[in-house]
């Protein structure tokens, strides 16, 4: 395949939080993406990254489709409905219903489409047993999509290594750089490019941690980013209210 163009769709996962350049602002797996097909492909590829944290599958949909399609790109990424997942009240059902006629519109406008199956970030969290039927749905549809529409279905969810806790950030829930990296790794594997092996290198497990320290831990954490994120929903804002698409449009990459 040849790709002129790709445009990123998404929340925090796709922006890049929590891998971060030396000036502060997040790279992530899309960027590195787009870096890889750009030496490919040349001077004039171009890379649009429209993804917002916080935003939820709905806000996604409305507000970066239709940017999306005026763009024609060639390769289009989508992931969304983690933060849905997340809320007190969510039909995963509808969510999978929501995304359809979305892939089917990429599709039909001669876009080939990223789908990903969600690592299990909700083994970290409270509320387990809550969110994860709820995230199973969504990967099990992402799976229905990639077959009905030719989608490309990313199974992150099925690489035990992002059990490992150096895959991801120490507020549980966005992937570290290690975690981005071999999210980029997967995603060029199935797009059939070269990557750099060492991308997909994970250190051993660290040695299980003795229940008091883990529960210091914990609480640390719910004190640093639960709280703080409780805080926000609760006065109904988001962390990506301030935030605008870090590329809105195509741009060769630097």
Same mark, same amino acid.
């Given at each position: 395949?040849?790709?002129?163009?790709?445009?990123?769709?998404?929340?925090?996962?796709?922006?890049?939080?929590?891998?971060?350049?030396?000036?502060?602002?997040?790279?992530?797996?899309?960027?590195?993406?787009?870096?890889?097909?750009?030496?490919?492909?040349?001077?004039?590829?171009?890379?649009?990254?429209?993804?917002?944290?916080?935003?939820?599958?709905?806000?996604?949909?409305?507000?970066?489709?239709?940017?999306?399609?005026?763009?024609?790109?060639?390769?289009?990424?989508?992931?969304?409905?983690?933060?849905?997942?997340?809320?007190?009240?969510?039909?995963?059902?509808?969510?999978?219903?929501?995304?359809? =006629?979305?892939?089917?519109?990429?599709?039909?406008?001669?876009?080939?489409?990223?789908?990903?199956?969600?690592?299990?970030?909700?083994?970290?969290?409270?509320?387990?047993?809550?969110?994860?039927?709820?995230?199973?749905?969504?990967?099990?549809?992402?799976?229905?999509?990639?077959?009905?529409?030719?989608?490309?279905?990313?199974?992150?969810?099925?690489?035990?290594?992002?059990?490992?806790?150096?895959?991801?950030?120490?507020?549980?829930?966005?992937?570290?750089?290690?975690?981005?990296?071999?999210?980029?790794?997967?995603?060029?594997?199935?797009?059939?490019?070269?990557?750099?092996?060492?991308?997909?290198?994970?250190?051993?497990?660290?040695? =299980?941690?003795?229940?008091?320290?883990?529960?210091?831990?914990?609480?640390?954490?719910?004190?640093?980013?639960?709280?703080?994120?409780?805080?926000?929903?609760?006065?109904?804002?988001?962390?990506?209210?301030?935030?605008?698409?870090?590329?809105?449009?195509?741009?060769?990459?630097?």
């Amino acid at each position: 395949m040849t790709w002129r163009s790709f445009v990123a769709m998404g929340d925090s996962f796709t922006e890049g939080l929590s891998d971060a350049y030396p000036d502060g602002s997040y790279r992530g797996w899309a960027d590195l993406v787009a870096a890889r097909l750009a030496v490919d492909y040349g001077p004039d590829f171009g890379y649009a990254n429209l993804a917002i944290r916080g935003r939820l599958l709905n806000q996604i949909v409305d507000e970066q489709l239709e940017p999306t399609l005026a763009m024609h790109p060639d390769l289009v990424s989508f992931a969304g409905g983690g933060n849905d997942v997340l809320r007190p009240r969510v039909d995963p059902h509808a969510l999978v219903a929501r995304m359809d =006629p979305m892939v089917a519109e990429l599709r039909a406008a001669g876009a080939d489409v990223i789908l990903f199956r969600f690592a299990d970030v909700t083994a970290h969290l409270p509320g387990q047993r809550i969110m994860s039927p709820r995230a199973a749905v969504l990967n099990d549809g992402a799976t229905m999509l990639g077959e009905k529409y030719g989608a490309y279905v990313i199974d992150l969810f099925g690489d035990d290594k992002f059990h490992h806790p150096h895959m991801w950030a120490p507020d549980r829930l966005h992937l570290s750089a290690a975690g981005h990296r071999r999210v980029a790794a997967h995603v060029l594997n199935a797009l059939g490019v070269g990557i750099e092996e060492e991308w997909m290198l994970v250190p051993p497990a660290p040695e =299980p941690t003795p229940w008091l320290l883990a529960r210091g831990a914990d609480v640390r954490w719910a004190r640093e980013h639960l709280v703080p994120w409780m805080g926000r929903h609760l006065l109904g804002h988001s962390s990506g209210d301030s935030v605008t698409a870090k590329r809105p449009a195509l741009a060769p990459i630097e």
